[in-house]
């Protein structure tokens, strides 16, 4: 036995130093860049938060359980990773103590031979198997061969993925010979419990070669896996733990990630500030936490299948965009981790490579694919390991505009409308209360101070105020809390645009003086409390405004709404016999986890007839407008909105709600084409939720 233990130890000190030579490499790649130090900080003072991720994405695979076939497939398998530790304990425990004694029959000290272990290590493995077979045939039905663009996994090393799985096979198949060979040979430390492995021992014949070949394989099987798993995607295994551990947190997306430059938030006001350093232009300005997005890519394409730019033949599918910066990353390594060295010695190879751009023609990323986003969070709610997709594409947006100056025209009369009228229309913004004068009640607005007995700022935003379809929402909302006796007032002319587009647009500059100048109205006003309609508004005061010093209690009007008529203030009684699919704004619902609310005041208005689409709450579609694509134009593919209403037409509405002044737009526009080509009935319409519950509650008074 002793030439088995000196072989065993001699693999696994060679693997172990090829692994550990690797890890080195990644560890010093992901350092080239910039530090991320709040994510550190959070981590360290969020330790109950970060645990219980852990437990939940991590241990309990949440993510990956909602596609359920593939998803129970993971979960045994990642498991098996775990539990099996136990099994090449006992591997290595067995090979040094028969080098010692003679005798392999080494067991886990105190519980080394209850039979519930060893039943645990069988089970595991057998389903470990299962999950192998589920795995193959989810790829082979899958194949990018057989469905294009349709397969998640177009674009992903396919080989890489399949020589894993027959690695973990023979993991799995030598470790049923080494423990059956074991039990033939009476060295195996169970007695009961191991239901495979005992029954191989019944059949298996009683040899001590036999038994120290199957330890041989098993323990230089599991070597080989690790030395190939540093250097493949399946690098997760080790990384995703990490990548979930300094990952955003809350749950949802909300803010927008914070610029900052050697991991201080960026100060417009500094003379000393270099505009190079805006965003990233170039590998190289990737913080360690975006490498660590690229080392957890599983490849498993589930961004890809959600996001809806891929889903309308867009070029942009969130994988490739992390796919390509690591192996751009992988290709420039040796270089971007060299010393600080006189660029005359570099070669003009190594100079391209390392000067490449992240953007453009000829860059690792197409500018197509950046600005295809709409910052929807598809991709983010999906992946498994979270990655922030947004993150990168924001970042490489921010360089874009503010150092390259260069992004899609049609938004460029949109910065313009902003900087010189605080709003994305250019209208004058003595027009942002004139919605006031077509009520028959008075509503307050704000001169200096909030009125003594106003409990809600109500922020009506730039499409509430502006645009016809949205004000329709906007008076229904002051109708409601009038009716529920509920105080409020509203800014009026002093109102500007929250930044959301400019900031989503990659204008960082230009959002931080909007919203610096609504802070200073905010809070000069003494605003303490804020309802708003738009999701996109709501979102940026919520979650981007502290970022600035302006804190609020924010809620949605579907969430004070849904609190109103769940305490009587607002009574739905008047029938509305339709039947209705609500639409899920990406930035009220993924971003910000409020699904119950709107759909709970539907459920209380009598008559109403729900019917869900078949992508909706956190699987929800696009309507196109996030991100800044309002007010771009739509050249590629089909229009999203065109996507998002013909799976709403397959419910056979009566009507479309939503809760967003964007969606309300976008699929307007959408169902008026279909109503010319008499594809959708002329009675169909899109309405927010709060013109359902005014039309119930304003008819029965």
């Known amino acids: 036995m002793l030439w088995v233990a000196i072989i065993g130890l001699v693999m696994t000190v060679l693997a172990v130093a090829v692994a550990g030579r690797r890890v080195l490499f990644l560890y ?12 550190v900080e959070y981590a360290r003072t969020h330790v109950a938060d970060e645990i219980k991720a852990q437990l939940v994405e991590v241990f309990g695979q949440r993510k990956l359980l909602k596609w359920t076939a593939s998803g129970v497939a993971h979960f045994f398998v990642m498991w098996a990773f775990f539990i099996l530790l136990t099994v090449y304990v006992e591997a290595y425990g067995a090979i040094i103590q028969g080098a010692i004694t003679g005798t392999p029959d080494f067991h886990i000290p105190l519980i080394g031979t209850w039979g519930a272990l060893g039943f645990l290590q069988d089970f595991i493995a057998v389903a470990c198997l299962l999950g192998l077979v589920a795995f193959a045939v989810i790829r082979i039905r899958n194949s990018p061969k057989a469905l294009g663009r349709d397969s998640r996994f177009s674009g992903s090393h396919l080989g890489g993925a399949w020589l894993v799985l027959f690695m973990i096979f023979n993991i799995i198949w030598t470790l049923f010979l080494a423990r059956g060979a074991a039990a033939a040979n009476g060295n195996f430390p169970y007695s009961s419990g191991a239901f495979v492995s005992l029954a191989l021992g019944d059949v298996l014949p009683r040899s001590t070669l036999l038994e120290e070949i199957g330890l041989l394989l098993h323990i230089g099987f599991m070597l080989v896996f690790l030395v ?42 500094d003379e000393d500030l270099d505009p190079e350093r805006l965003g990233r232009g170039k590998i190289a300005d990737t913080t360690w936490k975006g490498f660590l997005d690229f080392y957890s890519c599983t490849e498993c394409g589930r961004c890809q299948s959600q996001c809806p730019a891929w889903n309308t033949d867009k070029p942009l599918s969130p994988k490739m965009l992390i796919l390509d910066q690591r192996d751009h990353a992988f290709a420039a390594a040796p270089y971007l981790m060299a010393a600080e060295a006189d660029q005359q010695h570099k070669d ?78 250019g209208m004058s913004e003595m027009k942002r209360a004139d919605w006031i ?7 307050e607005v704000v001169e200096d101070t909030m009125p003594d007995d106003a409990e809600y700022l109500f922020w009506v935003g730039c499409a ?20 529920a006796g509920v105080k409020f007032a509203v800014l009026g002319p002093m109102e500007a645009c929250t930044g959301d587009p400019a900031r989503r647009l990659g204008m960082e500059y230009l ?70 699919t609500y639409h899920d704004p990406c930035f009220l619902g993924r971003h910000n986890k409020v699904y119950s609310q709107p759909r709970d005041i539907m459920a209380k208005v009598p008559g109403v007839k729900t019917q ?45 709600s939503t809760a967003c002044p964007f969606c309300m737009v976008m699929l307007g526009d959408a169902i008026s084409e279909k109503k010319n080509s008499g594809e959708a009935k002329e009675s169909l319409e899109v309405v927010d939720v709060a013109q359902l519950l005014i039309k119930s509650v304003k008819s029965a008074s």
């Open 464 to 483: 509430g105020a502006l645009e016809d379809r949205a004000k329709k929402t906007t008076k229904a909302v002051a109708e409601l809390l009038h009716i």
């Open 612 to 656: 869900e689409m078949h992508r909706h709450k956190d699987r929800g579609f696009c309507c196109g407008a996030g991100g800044a694509r309002m007010w771009m134009e739509e050249r590629i593919g089909k229009r999203i909105n065109t996507e998002r209403v013909d799976e709403a037409l397959t419910t056979d509405p009566d009507t479309v």
């Open 437 to 443: 004068q077509e009520l028959d009640f008075e509503v």
């Open 228 to 269: 190939i798993v540093v250097n493949s995607k399946h690098l997760h295994i080790f990384t995703a733990p990490l990548n979930v551990l300094f990952s955003r947190r809350p749950d949802a997306m909300g803010a927008a990630v914070e610029m900052r430059v050697d991991g201080k938030p960026v100060d417009f006001e």
């Open 511 to 580: 959002f931080n003086m909007l919203a610096q100048q609504n802070i200073e109205t905010l809070n000069d006003a003494g605003v303490k409390k804020i309802v708003a309609t738009c999701p996109h508004c709501f979102n940026t005061l919520a979650n981007e405004y502290p970022q600035l010093g302006g804190t609020y209690e924010v809620v949605h009007h579907t969430q004070l709404l849904a609190k109103l008529v769940d305490e009587g203030l607002l009574t739905p009684v008047t029938p509305i016999e339709e039947k209705i």
């Open 348 to 425: 003009t190879d190594v100079l391209a490579l390392l000067n490449k751009p992240l953007v453009g023609e000829e860059g690792v990323i197409h500018p197509d694919v950046i600005w295809s986003c709409t910052n929807c969070g598809a991709c983010v709610e999906q992946c498994p390991v979270d990655i922030e997709h947004i993150d990168h594409i924001l970042d490489m947006r921010r360089y874009q505009v503010m150092v390259e100056s260069s992004f899609p025209s049609e938004a460029g009369v949109m910065v313009k409308n902003l900087e010189n009228k605080g709003n994305p229309w």
């Open 28 to 39: 010093k790649l992901a350092t080239v860049g910039p530090p991320a130090p709040e994510r």
